[in-house]
């Protein structure tokens, strides 16, 4: 065996304790005392031909390698034991020993082995004829027909390979490298196979030649077949440690977690995997991510000049469509623009392959030079690079999947805007990095026109609207202001360094630009923005101060001339809540606080299963009380108990006077996560039940995703004990929280809702529909029953019972209406059918 390099220059790795000059001296030292030991006497008995027949044999042996790379460092294992086992029986001793030195000196300076190596090998060969020359002179090693003297020559040959695989060893760990435990399985496995097997065909060759001369005539046959026999053993070597190769780079990757840099990671492991000198990723912009070029190699290079250029020569070969595999420029083959790259890059080969990403361009992957001197890269290397593709591509895609989930965390979904979350990080971010002398300004704008288009146009429009407003903030803020979207119908601006002064000058421009018609479902629509403006630090050094201050001077906004500025007297405006909160028992009592009805059918046969109940109130001075404002008024003070219990009691009452008329309808009523914390919730509602005459089965409880996941709901037994009564539970507004259908297994759940925003663009995205149609189906293999909300044509309807959805609730059906409409609206647009097998009452339907 070999220590294997090229003769070209390399420059001394950073971390080798000794360069290769000071080793090859070590082992020319240790080569002149070996021989002193072994061969004591001079030479004698010299005969040429026997001699020159040994040195082609060594020759024609070193020159069928396997290579083995460790960093820059390569060893090369041959079938030398055959022409060693020839020497020590024709020519002995010294002469062994010079036959060997000028049989592989021959075939490394036909390789081009650089000069250093060439001294150590040939000083390692010295060393191993040596010992194997000293074992022989130990044990009996006599007349060739002795089946001792067999045994004598083979364990002679082993030890020479035996003492010369640690001095290989020790020159890779002396240089830099550190082979551990692999190289030692690369060496035994030959020493233990094929050295015995080289050393019979020696023995047989030997024995035949002391018969007759002509037995070279079979001999070189069988010695040609042991080399190729050799060399196919070295082609399935390598084969294996290339599907090895493969196999450790897919644990590698399976293992890159979700907080570190993953490109980093896989770049890193191709390098280490194919052993190279540097290893370049370029990933195309994505989401809000710019283009990227990540880039491993020795010294710590973070960047080099080609792979990030789109018009580069490699780039393009290798993103060629219909590129079958990667692509094999080196510099012996290269025309001169590929030469030009390749000196671009400083590097004699390159391996590039495209990387599908989820941005719909390709990315681009290349591999410079092979770390060894010896080995470059193959055909098997290509192959092995487009089998580790597989597992680049689906990295990289799991990678921009976690992206798309901490994009879609800190991003509204419909205008692409940052959210309140992300609003927040932002100003904390602004306002820390200079605690003292930063500024910033807020403008909170909220939409004046978009409740009423929802309640007359519908959520589509109002969604159409909401983008028209956001495109008209993005055009007309200044181009280092953040523009954020916040719940509802409400904007966020956030300019950095403005004064309190000059962010009222910009909030004005943008109500101004903003101020403009706009064709929204086929009507020419006015936008209009009301606008609360705070400023840094004059009205808090924190983003939820700064966010609840721009709330209070938006509500000023609202009587005012359109924008107004934080005042602490604005404060005073609060006592609207405070006045609300006070008088939200007596309204329950005087019947402002009403409930409306909103049906739900069947999908496929119309019957009318349920209706939502929601609430109203009707403020004698404030008038209409969004039902977002006082609920969370409620949850605040600790009064949503009783609110829900009064909205439970209206639901149940009406769901009596159906039961009165022998008719089955049931009624749903959502419940606040507050509510579930409550300890006395289970028998509120069984008190409700009971008061009122109605079987659990016709009632459905409502729940946000984020109640039934929370750890101290899920912990307790609240769900169980409300399902023990025989109602039912619903997951409302499904696909908007953070919980899995999967969790859903641990929970007393029965149905889910699909969200309204998901169905909402069902007609007009396939992405939308994608999603409805992996809830319905998801859904169904947990036995859950699904509703679709936000049902407001034909197509959508006819879209979702083709997916198989359970109900349908929307405009389409009917809009929420209050009791006394919702009985006309039965009267004109319903008929009753007889009960269903097993029921015990009748069912109402929805007419054609």
Same mark, same amino acid.
């Given at each position: 065996?070999?220590?294997?390099?090229?003769?070209?220059?390399?420059?001394?790795?950073?971390?080798?304790?000794?360069?290769? $000059? =000071?080793? /090859? !001296? *070590?082992?020319? #030292?240790?080569?002149? %005392? +070996?021989?002193?030991?072994?061969?004591?006497? &001079?030479?004698?008995?010299?005969?040429?031909?026997?001699?020159?027949?040994?040195?082609?044999?060594?020759?024609?042996?070193?020159?069928?390698?396997?290579?083995?790379?460790?960093?820059?460092?390569?060893?090369?294992?041959?079938?030398?034991?055959?022409?060693?086992?020839?020497?020590?029986?024709?020519?002995? $001793? =010294?002469? /062994? !020993? *010079?036959?060997? #030195?000028?049989?592989? %000196? +021959?075939?490394?300076?036909?390789?081009?082995? &650089?000069?250093?190596?060439?001294?150590?090998?040939?000083?390692?060969?010295?060393?191993?004829?040596?010992?194997?020359?000293?074992?022989?002179?130990?044990?009996?090693?006599?007349?060739?027909?002795?089946?001792?003297?067999?045994?004598?020559?083979?364990?002679?040959?082993?030890?020479?390979?035996?003492?010369?695989?640690?001095?290989?060893? *020790?020159?890779?760990?002396?240089?830099? %490298?550190?082979?551990?435990?692999?190289?030692?399985?690369?060496?035994?496995?030959?020493?233990?196979?094929?050295?015995?097997?080289?050393?019979?065909?020696?023995?047989?060759?030997?024995?035949?030649?002391?018969?007759?001369?002509?037995?070279?005539?079979?001999?070189?046959?069988?010695?040609?077949?042991?080399?190729?026999?050799?060399?196919?053993?070295?082609?399935?070597?390598?084969?294996?440690? *290339?599907?090895?190769?493969?196999?450790?780079?897919?644990?590698?990757?399976?293992?890159?977690?979700?907080?570190?840099?993953?490109?980093?990671?896989?770049?890193?492991?191709?390098?280490?995997?194919?052993?190279?000198?540097?290893?370049?990723?370029?990933?195309?912009?994505?989401?809000?991510?710019?283009?990227?070029?990540?880039?491993?190699?020795?010294?710590?290079?973070?960047?080099?000049?080609?792979?990030?250029?789109?018009?580069?020569?490699?780039?393009?070969?290798?993103?060629?469509?219909?590129?079958?595999?990667?692509?094999?420029?080196?510099?012996?083959?290269?025309?001169?623009?590929?030469?030009?790259?390749?000196?671009?890059?400083?590097?004699?080969?390159?391996?590039?392959?495209?990387?599908?990403?989820?941005?719909?361009?390709?990315?681009?992957?290349?591999?410079?030079?092979?770390?060894?001197?010896?080995?470059?890269?193959?055909?098997?290397?290509?192959?092995?690079?487009?089998?580790?593709?597989?597992?680049?591509?689906?990295?990289?895609?799991?990678?921009?999947?976690?992206?798309?989930?901490?994009?879609?965390?800190?991003?509204?979904?419909?205008?692409?805007?940052?959210?309140?979350?992300?609003?927040?990080?932002?100003?904390?971010?602004?306002?820390?990095?200079?605690?003292?002398?930063?500024?910033?300004?807020?403008?909170?704008?909220?939409?004046?026109?978009?409740?009423?288009?929802?309640?007359?146009?519908?959520?589509?429009?109002?969604?159409?609207?909401?983008?028209?407003?956001?495109?008209?903030?993005?055009?007309?803020?200044?181009?280092?202001?953040?523009?954020?979207?916040?719940?509802?119908?409400?904007?966020?601006?956030?300019?950095?360094?403005?004064?309190?002064?000059?962010?009222?000058?910009?909030?004005?421009?943008?109500?101004?630009?903003?101020?403009?018609?706009?064709?929204?479902?086929?009507?020419?629509?006015?936008?209009?923005?009301?606008?609360?403006?705070?400023?840094?630090?004059?009205?808090?050094?924190?983003?939820?101060?700064?966010?609840?201050?721009?709330?209070?001077?938006?509500?000023?906004?609202?009587?005012?001339?359109?924008?107004?500025?934080?005042?602490?007297?604005?404060?005073?405006?609060?006592?609207?809540?405070?006045?609300?909160?006070?008088?939200?028992?007596?309204?329950?009592?005087?019947?402002?606080?009403?409930?409306?009805?909103?049906?739900?059918?069947?999908?496929?046969?119309?019957?009318?299963?349920?209706?939502?109940?929601?609430?109203?109130?009707?403020?004698?001075?404030?008038?209409?009380?969004?039902?977002?404002?006082?609920?969370?008024?409620?949850?605040?003070?600790?009064?949503?108990?009783?609110?829900?219990?009064?909205?439970?009691?209206?639901?149940?009452?009406?769901?009596?006077?159906?039961?009165?008329?022998?008719?089955?309808?049931?009624?749903?009523?959502?419940?606040?996560?507050?509510?579930?914390?409550?300890?006395?919730?289970?028998?509120?509602?069984?008190?409700?039940?009971?008061?009122?005459?109605?079987?659990?089965?016709?009632?459905?409880?409502?729940?946000?995703?984020?109640?039934?996941?929370?750890?101290?709901?899920?912990?307790?037994?609240?769900?169980?004990?409300?399902?023990?009564?025989?109602?039912?539970?619903?997951?409302?507004?499904?696909?908007?929280?953070?919980?899995?259908?999967?969790?859903?297994?641990?929970?007393?759940?029965?149905?889910?809702?699909?969200?309204?925003?998901?169905?909402?663009?069902?007609?007009?995205?396939?992405?939308?529909?994608?999603?409805?149609?992996?809830?319905?189906?998801?859904?169904?293999?947990?036995?859950?029953?699904?509703?679709?909300?936000?049902?407001?044509?034909?197509?959508?309807?006819?879209?979702?019972?083709?997916?198989?959805?359970?109900?349908?609730?929307?405009?389409?059906?009917?809009?929420?209406?209050?009791?006394?409409?919702?009985?006309?609206?039965?009267?004109?647009?319903?008929?009753?059918?007889?009960?269903?097998?097993?029921?015990?009452?009748?069912?109402?339907?929805?007419?054609?």
């Amino acid at each position: 065996m070999t220590l294997a390099s090229r003769a070209r220059a390399t420059p001394r790795r950073a971390g080798a304790l000794l360069p290769l $000059g =000071v080793i /090859a !001296a *070590a082992g020319v #030292v240790l080569a002149a %005392g +070996a021989g002193v030991l072994a061969f004591p006497a &001079a030479p004698t008995d010299f005969r040429l031909v026997p001699f020159v027949l040994v040195v082609a044999a060594f020759f024609a042996t070193d020159m069928v390698s396997l290579h083995v790379e460790f960093r820059r460092q390569t060893w090369a294992w041959s079938v030398s034991e055959l022409a060693l086992t020839i020497a020590l029986v024709e020519v002995g $001793g =010294v002469w /062994a !020993a *010079a036959a060997r #030195v000028v049989g592989l %000196g +021959a075939s490394m300076v036909y390789q081009r082995y &650089a000069g250093a190596k060439v001294v150590y090998n040939l000083a390692v060969a010295v060393i191993e004829v040596a010992a194997a020359v000293t074992v022989l002179r130990l044990l009996p090693f006599g007349a060739l027909d002795d089946p001792l003297s067999w045994l004598s020559l083979l364990a002679a040959v082993l030890v020479a390979d035996l003492v010369g695989a640690p001095l290989v060893v *020790a020159a890779i760990r002396l240089s830099g %490298g550190n082979p551990g435990r692999r190289l030692w399985k690369e060496l035994l496995l030959p020493i233990g196979v094929v050295a015995p097997f080289a050393v019979c065909v020696g023995l047989v060759a030997t024995l035949l030649n002391d018969r007759t001369h002509w037995a070279v005539v079979l001999i070189a046959p069988a010695a040609v077949a042991v080399i190729l026999l050799f060399r196919r053993f070295a082609e399935v070597s390598r084969a294996g440690q *290339a599907l090895e190769r493969i196999y450790d780079f897919a644990r590698q990757v399976e293992q890159i977690r979700p907080d570190t840099d993953g490109p980093l990671q896989i770049v890193q492991a191709v390098k280490e995997l194919l052993n190279a000198d540097k290893v370049a990723l370029w990933l195309p912009p994505y989401l809000d991510e710019p283009p990227r070029l990540v880039v491993a190699g020795d010294g710590g290079v973070t960047w080099y000049d080609g792979p990030a250029d789109p018009e580069d020569v490699l780039r393009q070969r290798a993103l060629t469509p219909g590129s079958a595999e990667p692509v094999l420029v080196a510099a012996a083959r290269a025309d001169a623009a590929e030469a030009a790259a390749l000196a671009r890059r400083g590097a004699q080969e390159v391996l590039g392959a495209p990387v599908a990403t989820a941005a719909g361009e390709p990315g681009y992957l290349e591999v410079c030079d092979r770390r060894s001197d010896v080995v470059s890269f193959s055909g098997s290397d290509r192959s092995a690079l487009d089998s580790m593709l597989t597992h680049v591509n689906a990295a990289i895609r799991q990678q921009q999947l976690l992206t798309q989930i901490r994009y879609d965390a800190d991003h509204d979904r419909l205008t692409g805007l940052p959210n309140r979350q992300r609003l927040a990080v932002e100003i904390d971010q602004l306002l820390e990095a200079d605690p003292v002398g930063a500024r910033a300004g807020l403008v909170l704008a909220a939409l004046g026109n978009h409740t009423e288009i929802v309640d007359t146009l519908g959520h589509a429009a109002a969604d159409e609207l909401l983008l028209v407003t956001a495109g008209l903030l993005r055009e007309h803020a200044p181009p280092d202001a953040l523009v954020a979207r916040m719940e509802g119908e409400q904007f966020a601006v956030l300019l950095p360094g403005l004064s309190l002064a000059a962010t009222e000058r910009a909030a004005r421009r943008l109500r101004e630009a903003a101020s403009t018609r706009a064709r929204v479902a086929g009507l020419d629509l006015e936008v209009t923005l009301t606008i609360g403006v705070v400023a840094a630090p004059v009205h808090g050094s924190d983003s939820g101060t700064l966010m609840q201050r721009a709330d209070v001077a938006l509500l000023a906004a609202t009587d005012s001339s359109g924008v107004a500025s934080y005042h602490q007297v604005l404060d005073q405006q609060s006592l609207r809540r405070l006045q609300l909160g006070t008088e939200l028992e007596q309204a329950m009592a005087d019947g402002q606080i009403s409930v409306v009805f909103q049906p739900i059918i069947d999908a496929r046969t119309s019957d009318i299963v349920s209706v939502e109940t929601l609430v109203r109130w009707a403020h004698p001075r404030f008038g209409a009380i969004p039902p977002d404002e006082f609920i969370h008024l409620a949850e605040q003070i600790g009064r949503i108990g009783p609110l829900t219990d009064h909205v439970l009691d209206l639901a149940l009452a009406r769901c009596r006077r159906w039961l009165d008329q022998d008719i089955g309808l049931s009624v749903a009523v959502n419940l606040s996560a507050r509510c579930l914390a409550e300890p006395d919730l289970v028998e509120r509602v069984q008190r409700a039940l009971r008061r009122h005459g109605v079987p659990g089965e016709l009632l459905i409880l409502e729940l946000t995703e984020g109640s039934v996941v929370d750890d101290s709901v899920r912990s307790s037994t609240v769900l169980e004990d409300l399902h023990a009564l025989g109602l039912r539970l619903s997951m409302d507004d499904f696909g908007t929280g953070y919980s899995s259908l999967s969790q859903l297994r641990q929970l007393p759940i029965d149905e889910v809702k699909i969200d309204k925003s998901f169905v909402l663009g069902m007609s007009t995205s396939q992405g939308e529909s994608f999603i409805a149609r992996s809830i319905i189906e998801l859904a169904h293999n947990l036995g859950l029953r699904v509703v679709a909300e936000g049902v407001e044509d034909e197509l959508t309807r006819k879209l979702l019972t083709e997916m198989g959805c359970d109900k349908l609730q929307g405009f389409l059906v009917s809009r929420p209406l209050p009791d006394e409409r919702l009985e006309s609206w039965l009267l004109a647009r319903t008929g009753v059918r007889s009960a269903a097998p097993g029921a015990q009452h009748r069912r109402l339907f929805v007419r054609a």
